[in-house]
């Protein structure tokens, strides 16, 4: 701690010419996490080079966004000195929990796909994988999130202000990306089909690299963002419009989630992300290699959902045009090196780009996918048909079509949850899965334990230290063990006082955000994801409505917090319609003395990591009430039980995995299943206004929308019943409204016992460790990628 305490005087001295102890808040962050940097910079030398010295193959993970969360409370508990470093600033009368929240969080993901990515990067650390992120530097992340008369306002991002202490800029590893202009095939001196650029625009990509430390084991391995700025030429001064031109590329981050944007700047990030990708991993792979035929045995490259896909066709044109290999060798290297997640089965999230404006954009990537579709026509026409090769084809109705190209130009490709993979195979990848069929495999999501656990939780960390020693940080089975010891009360009983804890700690969050005071020994029902219809946040809305109800009716209720955090995307119109309801309502239900301390509606603003930290660990329960056979996995329905909370849910995504993993007992489940859905909508037999008919209560909560009870929301109301309606609800939200509300009193009923319910907390916990990104990634390593874990996971 001396020696700590040491580095801060220094390292202040030399950021700020003064005094740690003189220094504000944003300061004091700055200079720990400078001195933490240094701390982390020998063994990321040391990495890097023994990876390069070994020859060990090496993941390149490709992804439009991630989302990694603050990163000095992380890096810290990761380097073993979190302690240490909390004692030194106590010493300097620092509170080390304000300054961590001096931090910008990097915001430069929408949510679950972003998220995953950041996950991985931890967790090939944690178990010894050579493991590179590859993303975009967004200037501006994900917008912020404010309220303003119950309606969403989204404010800038400006996470880079202050600077960026954690990121290394690169500029001797800088590449050029080239866009649109014109491509001409001709012929080299051997005969060799050459291409020739005119009036192409080139940008240079700079990386700036970022350091992701394993735990406690010494790796750090990196994350690699690219800007984009104006090519400097000596001889060649750029313009202020070059200047805007390279800028723009790399401004902000699309805050669309699940839906496709369509622009061309979009596509120019994707490219600028995949050619600067390819290149930096062939070069980096020529600095120890002399022979480009083995790529594929010291390099694997992921494709995270289809946003990075034209690393198929990029990776051929460096192939072909810089090292003149031949078309077949060529496409077995790129088959060979890369591989594909897809993350989404829903229809409107599915890329695909107007054949035109992509060969505007990029002219040689338009050829090459061109003859990859010519040949894989020519290929499987004869055998299976041209109705199916057209469906699977790369193009089609003069588009190009993201997921076929990724797809075929893939080794291997995986769902994320047991269902979606065989969803996936039943419908969007059904033609592709004949052609190829042993392309797809499951690979089942998973989460960083120690940052939703020990970095979230440390009551909860406490105590499974104490019940199962502290072996399930690197071995997260071992947590199994606490079903079992909290069968004693006293252990139960510790339980139950850490999770009182945390929802106090959550109470005084939201009486100071929110001036609403919330009672912790109320059951705290938490809903924290992005704002989708299919996510069906209307259901629950619709729950509490009809508990409002029951209640002025004289029914008898347990008190119950509801707690929503959820942004929408900007131009997503019904989403945000959901979000002020859900404020209006807020507003009656929270005022309204008839159910004053037995029922409330509590939205936090601006959901992101770090607000994820605070909710999860005091949630009672977790709702994953989507519509089954639409949300691919789900993650934060394991941050949730892993912090104790009982899974409310539909048999959707990862829950049916979780329900396996703690049993029937231990989870609360309800609704249509994805066959039972399927049948609806290929019968087309659903009559939405039939349930309504039906249902007194259903009809009352329904017309509370438009009749006046909740007051200012008159355009959104009536948004929100026309599309239940007239739209004769897409997603069934009127169909599983009766589950929904009995599941819901089934959990009140478990809630009542307060030992039984200690007991399925502590079953769900110890349950959690199979959820960990630590197994997710071996088995990538394993199944797909080649790449073996030095120090795997302990089964
Ligand atoms: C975002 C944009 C396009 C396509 C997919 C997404 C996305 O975030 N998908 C989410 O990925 C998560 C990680 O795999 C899953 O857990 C979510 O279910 C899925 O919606």
Redesign the pocket.
């Known amino acids: 701690m001396k020696d700590l305490k040491r580095a801060l005087q220094t390292t202040a001295m030399q950021l700020f010419a003064d005094d740690f102890t003189h220094l504000d808040l944003a300061q004091q962050f700055r200079t720990v996490a400078f001195v933490t940097r240094g701390m982390i910079a020998p063994n990321w030398a040391k990495t890097k080079a023994a990876v390069d010295r070994s020859g060990q193959k090496q993941v390149y993970y490709f992804a439009i966004e991630f989302l990694p969360g603050r990163l000095l409370a992380s890096n810290l508990l990761n380097l073993g000195i979190k302690a240490d470093m909390e004692a030194a600033l106590t010493a300097y009368g620092v509170d080390s929990a304000l300054l961590y929240e001096a931090e910008a969080e990097p915001a430069l993901g929408?949510?679950?796909?972003g998220r995953?990515g950041s996950a991985f990067l931890d967790a090939m650390a944690s178990v010894g994988m050579p493991g590179n992120g590859n993303g975009i530097r967004y200037r501006y992340g994900l917008f912020r999130q404010r309220f303003v008369d119950g309606y969403q306002v989204e404010l800038p991002d400006d996470w880079l202000r202050d600077t960026n202490v954690w990121e290394v800029r690169k500029e001797n590893r800088a590449v050029i990306v080239r866009f649109g202009g014109q491509v001409w095939l001709r012929p080299d001196a051997t005969g060799q089909l050459q291409p020739e650029y005119q009036g192409a625009q080139e940008i240079l990509a700079v990386p700036y690299d970022t350091a992701i430390p394993g735990y406690h084991d010494g790796v750090v391995n990196t994350m690699r963002l690219w800007s984009a700025e104006p090519v400097n030429d000596p001889n060649h001064a750029f313009t202020m419009a070059d200047k805007a031109r390279a800028d723009e590329i790399t401004r902000i981050l699309y805050p669309d989630?699940?839906q496709v944007a369509g622009q061309e700047l979009r596509l120019r990030q994707e490219y600028f992300l995949v050619s600067a990708g390819v290149q930096s991993v062939v070069h980096h792979y020529l600095r120890f290699h002399q022979d480009i035929m083995r790529l594929p045995e010291f390099v694997a490259i992921h494709i995270n959902?289809t946003h990075p896909a034209m690393a198929v066709a990029e990776l051929m044109r460096v192939l072909l045009d810089d090292f003149g290999l031949n078309w077949e060798p060529a496409w077995r290297l790129t088959e060979a090196t890369l591989s594909y997640t897809n993350?989404?089965l829903m229809q409107e999230?599915l890329e695909s780009w107007d054949q035109q404006l992509f060969a505007r954009v990029v002219p040689r990537l338009a050829q090459l996918i061109g003859e990859i579709d010519r040949r894989f026509r020519a290929r499987f026409t004869r055998r299976y048909g041209e109705l199916l090769v057209n469906r699977a084809a790369p193009l089609g109705n003069g588009r190009v079509r993201m997921a076929n190209l990724a797809v075929i130009g893939s080794h291997a490709v995986n769902g994320?949850a047991k269902l979606h993979t065989q969803l996936l195979g039943e419908s969007v990848l059904k033609d592709l899965v004949t052609l190829y069929p042993r392309k797809l495999l499951n690979e089942t999501?998973g989460i960083t334990m120690r940052r939703w656990v020990l970095l979230a939780n440390p009551g909860l960390t406490q105590l499974l230290d104490l019940a199962v020693g502290p072996a399930w940080h690197r071995a997260p089975l071992a947590a199994r063990g606490f079903a079992a010891a909290a069968q004693q009360p006293g252990l139960a009983k510790q339980l139950q006082a850490v999770k009182l804890a945390n929802k106090q700690a959550l109470a005084d969050y939201i009486l100071a955000t929110l001036h609403e005071t919330v009672n912790p020994q109320a059951l705290f029902d938490v809903q924290i994801k992005r704002l989708h219809a299919y996510k069906r946040q209307l259901l629950h809305l619709l729950g509490i409505l009809a508990d409002y109800l029951t209640l002025l009716d004289g029914g008898d209720l347990p008190p119950r917090v509801h707690i929503f955090a959820a942004k929408a995307a900007p131009s997503y119109a019904y989403a945000k319609s959901i979000i002020k309801v859900m404020n209006a309502a807020a507003g009656v239900i929270n005022h309204d003395p008839r159910v004053s301390g037995r029922l409330q509606l509590i939205f936090l603003p601006n959901y992101n990591v770090s607000l994820a930290s605070r909710i999860i660990p005091a949630a009672d329960v977790s709702e994953q009430i989507s519509l089954a056979g639409t949300?691919?996995?789900?993650?934060s329905n394991m941050k949730l039980m892993a912090n104790g909370a009982l899974t409310l849910a539909t048999l959707d995504?990862a829950n049916i995995e979780i329900r396996d993993a703690v049993g029937a007992a231990n989870i609360e489940t309800f609704g249509l299943t994805a066959t039972q859905v399927r049948a609806y909508q290929q019968v087309g037999n659903y009559s939405a206004s039939a349930v309504l008919a039906e249902s007194p209560l259903l009809k009352r909560v329904v017309a509370m929308l438009t009749d006046g009870s909740i007051p200012d929301i008159q355009l959104e109301g009536r948004q929100i019943v026309d599309s239940l309606v007239l739209g004769n609800d897409e997603y069934f939200v009127l169909a599983d409204f009766a589950a929904y509300q009995a599941a819901s009193r089934r959990v009140e009923q478990r809630y009542a016992d307060p030992a039984g319910w200690a007991q399925t907390m502590a079953i769900n916990i110890a349950a959690a460790g199979q959820f960990a990104a630590d197994f997710t990634v071996a088995n990538y390593g394993r199944e797909i990628w080649d790449v073996r874990p030095t120090h795997p996971p302990r089964e």
């Open positions: 929408n949510g679950g796909l995953l989630d699940s959902d993350h989404t999230a994320v999501n949300e691919a996995s789900g993650t995504g």
